[in-house]
């Protein structure tokens, strides 16, 4: 579904990242681990259009995403919640989900999404009126997935959504994105730096490492690996 090939991505003198190559195939949850710096957050900024590759290939669903604008990356289909949430929040809760669903001229495919939203997450529901700025860092991670959601993506894009958040709340999060997969078919690129929970819910994963990809396997492997269990996950 997905495909980068040797991507490079520099920010002025600096080398984010050197060429790197991976894979997301219909319906997997996938996940970039890696330390802050690796190149994570890059990786899904060049995937959604928010900075243009130095060189390399990005292809999604046979065709190139290189040097498209995000508004038309979204209408192909890709959504990206960024890190920090970046809810509006001056707005509320109904009105940033609305937003969410900018490109979407159908009135019933808008109800229909602002349901699975309010399904999906009932606290939102509860919290309709409410001003988003006023939200906890859990509901503002919730409320971001669900703008994600109200554009009607196949594919998506998540950074760092345990970022910030009570551990109570990480897990209820953790489990919607399982439950999003699973129900609606979803095809996922998580970027997390609580590697043990991104390994677990996920199907396949990258070990990244100052711009590089130093390991790929099927994210039970690598829980198992001695390498990432040294590095990542206190083993």
């Given at each position: ?13 600096i ?42 290939e ?24 960024p ?74 894009l ?32 998580l970027?997390?730096?609580n ?41």
């Open positions: 579904m997905l495909e980068i090939k040797n991507l490079a991505v520099s920010y002025g003198a080398n984010a990242l050197h060429g790197i190559s991976l894979r997301v195939d219909q319906g997997q949850i996938v996940t970039l681990i890696g330390s802050n710096g690796a190149g994570k957050s890059t990786t899904l900024r060049a995937i959604s259009g928010l900075i243009r590759p130095k060189s390399g990005i292809i999604y669903e046979a065709g190139s995403l290189v040097g498209l604008p995000p508004h038309e990356i979204v209408k192909r289909g890709l959504s990206h919640v890190e920090g949430r970046m809810v509006f929040a001056n707005l509320t809760v109904m009105e940033n989900l609305r937003m969410g669903a900018y490109l979407q001229t159908n009135a019933a495919v808008i109800r229909q999404e602002l349901d699975f939203v309010f399904t999906t997450f009932p606290r939102l529901k509860e919290r309709a009126e409410q001003v988003a700025g006023t939200l906890s860092g859990g509901e503002q991670q919730m409320l971001a997935i669900g703008r994600a959601l109200m554009s009607k993506p196949r594919f998506l998540l950074d760092e959504p345990s970022l910030g958040i009570a551990p109570l709340l990480v897990k209820t999060i953790f489990e919607k994105i399982v439950e999003i997969n699973r129900q609606q078919g979803l095809t996922i690129l970027v997390e730096q590697a043990n929970l991104a390994l677990e819910i996920s199907h396949y994963g990258y070990v990244l490492e100052t711009g590089r990809i130093i390991l790929s396997d099927e994210s039970a492997k690598l829980r198992q690996n001695p390498q990432v269990k040294s590095a990542y996950l206190g083993g």
